[in-house]
């Protein structure tokens, strides 16, 4: 069945840079309403000024409070939630033991715990509004396990969650995407040592993860990896394992966790 996005509800959370923000234009420009959540209300206004259907919503992820009075206001105001961005995201740094723990259970919380309180609070009116989307922007490094172990362990939580939860929720019309992007150039992500070494030229820009998930709004994929080259290196890690450990610790050095 087609999925015309005009005149439908999205959600995008981590919306006010990157990623999020990139997808909330693209959205906005197709004909939604997006209510585009983050923490940084000026940034979400500034964005609410320039694209029409776009509504600024303030909340921060780790709090379920916060969470569920976004789903609240958008079941009051729009009655509507064909489709639920879960975006929000941080980095984290290498972890080598006790000083790194804060840091670790954070990167989880707003990563992984973030996405599972905006499904749980979004569930009902995304049956609703059926047939609907969840997309979930976790990474490359949910398949792979290379680079911050906290924020590998982070993705790989959101790629058993989403897998899971594809499964179980297609019977109320909800299809459920683990969208695993590569190295993107954002300003929580700015990929300055890959940018130092010959692999630059696959450092990517947010609106090519916007234009994926737009892809996914309209095919309900459950899978999509940006660009779809990494793909080989997942299909490497379950074949061909040796050959897989040389490329990912490559990636690892690349992607700076070490420095
Ligand atoms: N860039 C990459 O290479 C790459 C690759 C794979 C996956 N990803 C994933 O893509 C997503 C977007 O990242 P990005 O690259 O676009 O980085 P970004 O520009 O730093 O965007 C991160 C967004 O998350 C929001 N955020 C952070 N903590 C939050 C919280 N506690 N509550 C609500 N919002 C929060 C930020 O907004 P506020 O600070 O205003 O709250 C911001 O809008 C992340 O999940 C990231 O893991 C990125």
């Not at 940034?43 to 303030?58: F, S």
């Not at 929000?88 to 723990?101: K, P, S, T, W």
């Not at 047939?131 to 398949?143: C, L, M, T, Y």
């Not at 998930?213 to 459950?222: F, N, Q, V, Y």
């Amino acid at each position: 069945m087609s999925w015309d996005p005009t005149g439908k509800v999205a959600v995008i959370t981590g919306a006010s840079s990157g990623i999020g923000e990139a997808t909330a234009r693209r959205l906005g420009r197709l004909g939604m309403t997006v209510i585009a959540a983050a923490r940084r209300e000026e940034r979400l206004q500034v964005l609410a000024d320039e694209v029409p259907g776009v509504v600024p919503h303030v909340a921060d992820v780790t709090s379920t409070a916060d969470v569920d009075a976004l789903a609240a206001r958008v079941a009051e105001e729009f009655g509507a939630c064909h489709a639920l961005i879960n975006n929000a995201g941080v980095g984290g740094g290498a972890f080598d033991g006790r000083d790194d723990l804060d840091d670790a259970l954070r990167t989880i919380d707003v990563n992984l715990g973030g996405t599972v309180r905006c499904m749980a609070a979004f569930a009902e009116l995304l049956a609703a509004s059926a047939p609907s989307r969840v997309v979930n922007v976790a990474s490359v490094a949910g398949k792979l396990g290379v680079g911050p172990a906290a924020y590998a362990a982070s993705k790989f939580g959101m790629v058993g969650f989403s897998e899971a939860t594809a499964f179980a929720w297609a019977s109320r019309g909800i299809t459920v995407c683990q969208l695993n992007p590569g190295f993107i150039e954002t300003e929580g992500f700015p990929q300055t040592q890959v940018k130092r070494t010959p692999a630059a030229r696959v450092v990517g820009e947010p609106d090519d993860v916007a234009r994926a998930i737009h892809r996914t709004l309209l095919d309900g994929a459950t899978e999509r990896t940006v660009p779809a080259w990494y793909r080989a290196f997942v299909v490497a890690r379950h074949v061909a394992a040796p050959l897989y450990r040389v490329g990912a610790s490559r990636i690892d050095r690349a992607s700076g966790s070490r420095d």
